[in-house]
């Protein structure tokens, strides 16, 4: 097997604003993976407060020897050589395991979703983000969001209240919020969770600092809605102290390493009764497309990363009036439109 990579931008249709800041570009890496004339295809995405650069991603990409292996198939034994090249690294090391995922399905002629056993038809509507702005930039967005009929709004930062209101008085549609660490006091996070109980809003995301379990534990004895962690659950691991301090989680293969772990925690999410959100950074179609073959297994998807891009090079998932639709295509459902690579 052959490794070659590509380092290129995503730029942002708008402006995106989150509780860490605002950018208008994020960093990604394609990776190609060719074997006996079929190639597979992965995305490393490197928003800049996750620590992974074009620099980080081709350094270890570099140290990788993946000739030493002669079975595309046995993709777990690949990934466990990956994982233990570094620590750390888990978008690079993602974007080797949605490649891989993508040639191994692609030889057996099969896609991903049906190697898994998802039932596609389970798939379900993906979320459209809304960033923290001003409520007339806000206002104009959720216009922007037709066909979509859940939003995920952004919250963390000094006009929660307003911003909540303006999305409620500007629309019936569904949304979640994702505060993004951004709380510090938790009667304030039971207050505002009370408030938007009554305003269509359907789990809150990652209130408190990762590393926060205590109050997240209270706040999850106490939330009328359902409270889901993100940042303080990264990979399968994470799982263990997780379990007990939320509803559920928020799966994304750039955290997790890629498609052969998001399925272990799929399946241990499962057992130990959490709900299941499948997410995305600022990702192109090529590792959206992989994130969606497992969301059959998830209530709730947030997979808007290539809507809200403007250079996307692949094409693969659809949304129909925001529905998650995969295609048949072999592997996971992306091409490439354009020649990156030569
Ligand atoms: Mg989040």
Redo the contacts with the bound molecule.
Sequence with gaps: MKLIWKPFTLQFKHPFRIAHGVRSSTAVMYIRIDHEGFSGYGEASMPPYLGESHESVAAFLGRLDLAQFKDPFDISSIMAYVDQVADGNTAAKASVDIALHDLACKLLGKTVHAYYGADPDRAPFTSFTIGMDEPELIRSKIEETDGFPILKVKLGGTNDRLIIETVHASTTKIFSV?V?QGWTDREYALDMIYRMKEMNVSFV??PFDRFNLDDHAWLKEQSPLPI?A??SCQRYTDIEHCRHAFHGI?IKLMKCTGLSEAKRMIDYAQKCQLKILI?CMSESSCAVSAAAQLSPFAQWA?LDGPLLIKNDIFEGLKFVCGKITLSGLPGNGAYLKETVFD
Aim: charged share 50%; no cysteine.
């Design positions: 994702d993004n995301e990652q889901i993100d940042e928020n997410g947030d």
